[in-house]
């Protein structure tokens, strides 16, 4: 079944394509005052096809956004060689560097591929922070799922997206990286900023109490973190 993006507020979307028989990861489009922002590209060139029809014809220039590195968000990276892709510099790294070993994973498990994929990398990187302040978007590097990780606040909606950090999923969070001190430094860095709905890479967007979920997963997974 082909899936449809949802409106989550007047300017921002989200489109979720499946990246296997099981799984599926989330897209996000943020339409902008000046730019338009594409938030990962998925698992091939055909995957932000739905997404890029909403803004078809509109001459707001499109900046797409790797949240991190992995295949399922940088596949459809491909469609965007002439444009902007931004990331942090670790996410290009390991793009570049580990590209045919994820290649050879994908194909070993038999994941879902959609329309062309070839390595594109991040053009523009950076290490702490970015802004666009005329849209109200901030880039913050937050190491937690993979030292690459980013997460884009949007101060207009009050939308956090937090890309793999963390899933949510029956009023519960779970951290989905290995290192408690990270953990505790990204959910610091979460608490600073007003938001009322997060969205996430493989979860349903979550409204409230996102912080207070975070906090309460960690003890149970203190075993997961020393292993």
């Known amino acids: 079944m082909e899936m449809k993006p949802i409106k989550i507020t007047d300017r921002t979307y989200e489109l979720t394509v499946k990246e296997s028989h099981e799984a599926t990861v989330n897209l996000a489009l943020i339409c902008g005052d ?3 922002f594409l938030i990962d590209t998925g698992v091939g060139a055909n995957s932000p096809l739905p997404l890029l029809e909403i ?41 570049d560097q580990g590209w045919e070993e994820a290649a050879k994973w994908v194909l070993e498990k038999g994941c879902i591929t959609d329309g062309a994929v ?3 990398l991040p053009n523009v990187t950076f290490e702490d922070v970015m802004y666009f302040p005329e849209d109200g978007l901030t880039l913050l590097h937050t190491p937690f799922h993979t030292e690459c990780c980013i997460s884009i606040y949007d101060s207009v909606d ?24 990270n953990f505790h430094k990204v959910v610091n860095t979460y608490k600073q900023y007003d938001f009322n709905i997060c969205l996430s ?13 975070m906090e309460a997963s960690l003890e149970p997974w203190q075993e997961y973190f020393s292993a």
């Open 34 to 36: 000046k730019h338009n």
């Open 55 to 95: 803004v078809k014809g509109c001459p707001k220039p499109l900046i797409v956004i790797n949240t991190h590195g992995d295949w399922d968000h940088v596949y459809g990276n491909c469609a965007f060689e002439s444009g902007l892709i931004i990331a942090h510099s670790l996410a290009r790294k390991k793009i």
């Open 201 to 213: 890479g493989h979860s349903k967007p979550q409204i409230g109490g996102v912080i207070a979920m």
């Open 158 to 181: 009050k939308i956090l997206h937090i890309g793999d950090n963390f899933g949510f999923e029956d009023g519960k969070a779970y951290p989905w990286g290995k290192d408690v001190v």
């Open 118 to 120: 070839r390595k594109t």
